[in-house]
Every structure is written in structure tokens, then in C-alpha cells.
């Protein structure tokens, strides 16, 4: 038996790993980091940014290439929310895999490192809820609206 998957089902199933990636972040803030549980925050903050990175590479990287050979950047007023979502989820993510690699080096929560990242953690996560609800309004956009 043949898997054939069309762009909608691949954009669901984007969906739903771009909803558990912001759902890992939010409890390893929650449940990892404020109850000062690091071990914990780390693998659910790397685990989120690998399922990101992964969604990055095999479907927004490509789907965005299509999208910019039909002519996407031809309509930049018509097309402001794929735009947003684009640029902002891709500083979350260069972000978030700067402050993953830099405790992935340093070994142990050196207090003065903690200090320093903690301010860009918090731009990160807003940043990541950012490119995620417009995800929502481009998935919205491109598969229900039609």
C-alpha cells in the first residue's frame, strides 16, 4: 500500500508538531525552569527546537521556496502574514538554537550564563508564540479560507 499525502495533510501534520513544539516550550518553562528543574527544561526546550528545526527543513523551507515562485513577494501588502510569519519564526529559531547551542557547550547552569540567556529566552518564546499564531492565520489562509 502507497502513503500518498497531499500539501494539506503534510500542513496538518505541521500544524499539530508546530502546536507540540509550543506546548514543550511552555511546560519547560512552566514545569522545568521556574521550579528551577534545568535538567528537565533542557530536554524538552532541545526536543522542541529539533521537532522546529526538523519542520523547518522538510516542509516551511521548501513550502516557502514555492511560495516565492508563484509570486509571493509579488503582493507583499496581499501577503504582510506569511511575511510576518516567516521573518519572525525564523529569528525565534536561529535564537533558540544560539542559547541550545551555547548550554550544549557549557556544561552545568553557570549562574552568570543563566543571567545573560534569560532575557533572550523570554524573546525567544514570545517570539516563537508570535510566528506560531500567524502559522495558525497562513494555515488559515492558505487551506480554509480557499
Same mark, same amino acid.
Given at each position: 500500500? *502507497?502513503?500518498? =499525502?497531499?500539501? #494539506?495533510?503534510?500542513?496538518?501534520?505541521?500544524?499539530?508538531?508546530?502546536?507540540?513544539?509550543?506546548?514543550?516550550?511552555? @511546560?519547560?518553562?512552566?514545569?522545568?525552569?521556574?521550579? *528551577?528543574?534545568?535538567?528537565?527544561?533542557?530536554?524538552?526546550?532541545?526536543?522542541?527546537?529539533? &521537532? *522546529?528545526?526538523?519542520?523547518? &527543513?522538510? !516542509?516551511? @523551507?521548501?513550502?516557502?521556496? !514555492?511560495?516565492?515562485?508563484?509570486?509571493? =513577494?509579488?503582493?507583499?501588502?496581499?501577503? +504582510?502574514?506569511?511575511?510576518?510569519?516567516?521573518? $519572525?519564526?525564523?529569528?525565534? =529559531?536561529?535564537?533558540?538554537?544560539? &542559547?541550545? $547551542?551555547? #548550554?550544549?557547550?557549557?556544561?552545568?547552569?553557570?549562574?552568570?550564563? $543563566?543571567?545573560?540567556?534569560?532575557? !533572550?529566552? +523570554?524573546? $525567544?518564546?514570545? =517570539? !516563537?508564540?508570535?510566528? #506560531?499564531? #500567524?502559522?495558525?492565520?497562513?494555515?488559515?489562509?492558505?487551506?480554509?479560507?480557499?
Amino acid at each position: 500500500m *502507497q502513503l500518498v =499525502l497531499t500539501t #494539506f495533510d503534510i500542513a496538518i501534520i505541521s500544524l499539530i508538531a508546530a502546536t507540540v513544539t509550543i506546548l514543550l516550550l511552555l @511546560f519547560g518553562m512552566s514545569r522545568g525552569a521556574k521550579r *528551577q528543574k534545568f535538567k528537565l527544561h533542557h530536554v524538552v526546550v532541545y526536543s522542541a527546537v529539533v &521537532i *522546529q528545526l526538523l519542520l523547518v &527543513i522538510f !516542509w516551511m @523551507f521548501p513550502r516557502l521556496l !514555492w511560495l516565492i515562485s508563484f509570486g509571493i =513577494l509579488g503582493d507583499l501588502i496581499g501577503n +504582510w502574514y506569511i511575511i510576518v510569519h516567516e521573518i $519572525v519564526g525564523f529569528l525565534a =529559531l536561529g535564537i533558540g538554537l544560539v &542559547i541550545s $547551542v551555547i #548550554f550544549l557547550i557549557k556544561p552545568g547552569m553557570p549562574p552568570a550564563l $543563566v543571567k545573560k540567556t534569560r532575557r !533572550w529566552m +523570554w524573546v $525567544v518564546l514570545i =517570539l !516563537w508564540i508570535i510566528a #506560531f499564531l #500567524f502559522g495558525i492565520v497562513n494555515f488559515y489562509a492558505g487551506y480554509l479560507a480557499g
